[in-house]
């Protein structure tokens, strides 16, 4: 489970059968990560910092907007990074965000010695995703939008700003649920691995 904006001093260490990998902490906007133990095994997690906007360095609401954990399956030995990414708003323009986004891909990529990783959060990026999904592409990752919008609060501004980017992995489903306490809508991910996805012990992605 990736959580964004999220009060990371009241994060409980267990929520139901989740765990808390990490969150970050030198930002109001906290990022975090849960997993279930009995299914993974988390070797790694790291926060990084991302090129800042006009809209940061003013008011300063994140310095870390990326949180990546490095797990194996328990159950099918495969290696892969899950990530909680939040770009910067929307007054910041698409290239910085562009920036942003494959700056992430690059941090995630020194976690891992395969290629298969998972890259979920607000994306600030609800206009021009076919050039971005175009872009993604280009660079060896797809970009999936959930099934419906996930902000939908001022009509111009609503769109799909919450999906995912990945690599080794197919995507089957990205549903949007209902909405909760947050103005964003919360997104349920379904994916498989690919065909030539990496196990532990493969030299590709040697295990921790």
């Known amino acids: ?30 990022l975090a990560i ?9 070797y790694e997690t790291k926060t990084f910092a991302l090129k800042k906007s006009l809209h940061d360095r003013v008011l300063s609401p994140a310095h870390e907007r990326l949180i990546g954990t490095r797990v194996i399956d328990n ?32 941090e995630l990529l020194s976690m891992r010695g395969g290629l298969m990783s998972l890259m979920v959060g607000d994306f ?5 995703t076919k050039n971005l999904t175009a872009k993604m592409k280009d660079a060896g990752y797809d970009l999936t939008l959930s099934d419906r919008r996930t902000y ?17 992995l197919n995507i089957e ?9 947050s103005d964003h809508l919360p997104i349920l991910i379904s994916a498989e691995y690919g065909q030539d996805a990496p196990v532990a012990g493969d030299s590709a992605a040697p295990a921790a």
């Open 75 to 106: 159950e099918t030995d495969h290696d892969l990074v899950i990530a909680s990414f939040h770009a910067a708003p929307l007054t910041a323009s698409n290239s910085l965000r562009r920036n942003q986004i494959h700056a992430a891909h690059a």
């Open 1 to 30: 489970m990736c959580l964004q904006e999220c009060d990371t001093n009241d994060l409980p260490d267990t929520i139901g059968d989740l765990h808390l990998a990490d969150a970050t902490k030198g930002n109001r906007l906290g």
């Open 34 to 42: 849960y997993y279930r133990m009995d299914r993974f095994t988390a």
């Open 124 to 128: 600030n990026y609800p206009f021009f």
């Open 173 to 181: 489903s990205v549903e949007t649920l209902p909405r909760g306490a």
């Open 152 to 168: 939908t609060r001022y009509k111009v501004f609503k769109g799909h700003f919450d999906f995912a980017t990945s690599q080794g």
